[in-house]
């Protein structure tokens, strides 16, 4: 890894530097994956190799005996470099979820709207992402935070609450189970429309 102060563009692995997407774009992709969002039907290890050849354009000429530091190396760029343990409990925001209140204050703290950016490293996105000062996205997860740990919420926040409900509950992730039976459905109610455009 690089510095304090730079900014990692490749991977040396075993002597070899190896390509990286750094993008924040890709990289809220990947982070996608590994939570199990984009399919979930898969597994813990499914997941992780699926986001190391997203991380990775070059994974195919990876040896495999690099894998665990290959997947080292993602575990710290995706925490920026930082030491810090993941707090206990349930996770208080959600990437996909919170994206509209997570551009616009980050597009605050950079003072620009950042996804018109052509690039833009993840690191320097974390940057910006811990510069989110007060607004729409710290009055969610503070809300957030108040009833995970059974605290009580002021009036404001209560009124907060009930009139914005859908941002402020996280929706978890759907299970296989889930995604098949709301096909299923889907493809009942698809199959009703049809049969009364018939009649």
């Not at 190799?49 to 710290?76: H, I, K």
């Not at 980050?106 to 490293?121: C, E, M, N």
């Not at 811990?130 to 503070?142: K, M, N, Q």
């Amino acid at each position: 890894m690089t510095g304090a102060w730079g900014l990692p563009m490749q991977a040396e692995l075993g002597g070899v530097r190896y390509a990286i997407r750094s993008d924040y774009r890709d990289v809220l992709e990947l982070l996608r994956w590994l939570n199990g969002q984009a399919d979930p039907a898969l597994d813990q290890s499914e997941r992780w190799y699926v986001a190391m050849r997203l991380f990775y354009p070059e994974f195919a000429a990876l040896p495999q005996p690099l894998w665990p530091d290959a997947t080292q190396f993602l575990t710290e760029f995706l925490a920026a470099g930082r030491r810090e343990q993941p707090r206990p409990g349930p996770a208080l925001m959600d990437w996909q979820q919170d994206a509209p209140l997570i551009a616009a204050g980050i597009s605050k703290a950079a003072g620009q709207d950042v996804r018109t950016l052509p690039y833009l490293h993840w690191w320097s996105f974390l940057a910006w992402f811990d510069a989110i000062g007060e607004g729409s996205f710290a009055t969610v997860v503070a809300i957030r935070d108040k009833l995970r740990r059974g605290k009580r919420l002021e009036n404001w926040e209560l009124d907060y609450y009930r009139t914005h409900r859908a941002v402020v509950e996280l929706r978890g992730v759907e299970s296989a189970e889930e995604q098949a039976e709301k096909r299923r459905l889907l493809e009942l109610l698809g199959g009703m429309r049809n049969a009364g455009d018939n009649l």
